[in-house]
């Protein structure tokens, strides 16, 4: 049975269920309006370990091991961990299912990692290959700009288009049963790229694949923005949400007071991050904590979430290419 709903939509004929979330967050991701939100703060940077690549690891493995306690499981009860990150061989992902000792698919989407491993992970679940998932990704500021741009002790000027990776790690628990709120659709995107080539303007590389994947998700689904309590976009910042709302009003849709993006609201304007945050563990953490949230207290009931990634790498930018975009996304409602 094909299940399908126009070109690039899959609907689900038993929506898997989500079962808990969980978000670790540092400290400066601590002091933003969505404190209250996140499970674990770190007091901290290097979470008392001697390198931050390490510091990210262990977040990881608690967010998945928390996520597994909130979902009042066990280790042993999760069928696969899907999970990616933005080291070079995603070892912060590879590295912590080292830990869980479970089957695992290791995933690269940039910083749309975590809803690909959602959407792919309600496959799975929906085909009846698995009753419980794992999916979960991290980023740390430190470690991202080491590997991206410079070391920390260089002390580079930022310029004003760019963005802060958040250092934050998310997991979701999917269910194929019990209670939850239920991932009814999941818009796979396409890789688009319209020549953006600065590392530091990750939010205008990233705004056409969003665009894209939105416009499909309505027009396979034949709905519009006003049709959605919330749609937040993973970490397109100021700059790439404004070019998100002008390519979809190209397209033909207007969006409304029902959208937002994670990295604008993750970091207060005074916190001097400029245009937001960004990184794998941006919409992890929010969607983890603050949306996941809103869901249970009924304040949102049919929402939209779509994480975005910047496909690149310090050697495809040396040698003169550009940042192709990609952006996955998921309709969910709330559950009983």
């Known amino acids: 049975m094909i299940k399908k709903v126009g070109e690039n939509t899959i609907k689900f004929t038993l929506p898997p269920k989500i079962a808990s979330g969980y978000a670790i967050v540092g400290p400066k991701e601590g002091l933003s309006p969505l404190s209250s939100y996140f499970d674990y703060i770190l007091k901290n940077d290097a979470f008392n370990e001697k390198t931050y690549e390490k510091a990210e690891r262990k977040m990881l493995e608690q967010a998945i091991s928390g996520a597994i306690d909130k979902a009042n499981l066990l280790s042993t009860d999760i069928d696969i961990l899907l999970s990616g990150d933005l080291l070079n061989q995603i070892i912060s992902a590879s590295f912590s299912a080292r830990q869980l000792q479970t089957s695992f698919i290791g995933l690269f989407g940039a910083c749309s990692t975590m809803t690909e491993a959602l959407a792919v992970g309600a496959c799975i679940i929906d085909g009846g290959c698995a009753d419980k998932v794992a999916c979960a990704t991290s980023s740390h500021f430190s470690t991202a700009e080491r590997q991206f741009r410079y070391p920390l002790e260089l002390g580079c000027q930022r310029p004003p288009t760019s963005q802060w990776t958040v250092t934050g790690a998310g997991c979701t628990i999917l269910s194929r049963d019990g209670e939850g709120h239920n991932i009814t659709h999941a818009t796979f995107g396409r890789v688009i790229d319209y ?4 590392m530091n303007n990750m939010g205008a590389a990233m705004a056409p694949a969003a665009a894209d994947t939105l416009k499909n998700l309505f027009k396979d689904t034949n709905t519009t923005p006003s049709d959605y309590d ?13 070019l998100l709302v002008d390519l979809l009003e190209n397209y033909g849709y207007k969006m409304g007071e029902n959208y937002c993006d994670c990295g604008q609201m993750i970091y207060s304007s005074s916190q001097r991050t400029f245009m937001g945050g960004s990184g794998c563990g941006c919409s992890a953490s929010v969607i983890n904590s603050y949306v996941l949230s809103k869901l249970d207290s009924g304040d949102y009931k049919k929402i939209i979430i779509m994480s975005t990634g910047a496909l690149v790498s310090t ?3 040396q040698q003169g290419e550009t940042i192709p975009g990609i952006a996955h996304a998921l309709v969910i409602e709330k559950g009983k």
């Open 315 to 317: 050697t495809s930018t």
């Open 230 to 242: 919330l749609i937040v976009t993973g970490d397109l910042g100021k700059l790439g949400s404004e």
């Open 195 to 198: 020549g953006i080539n600065d």
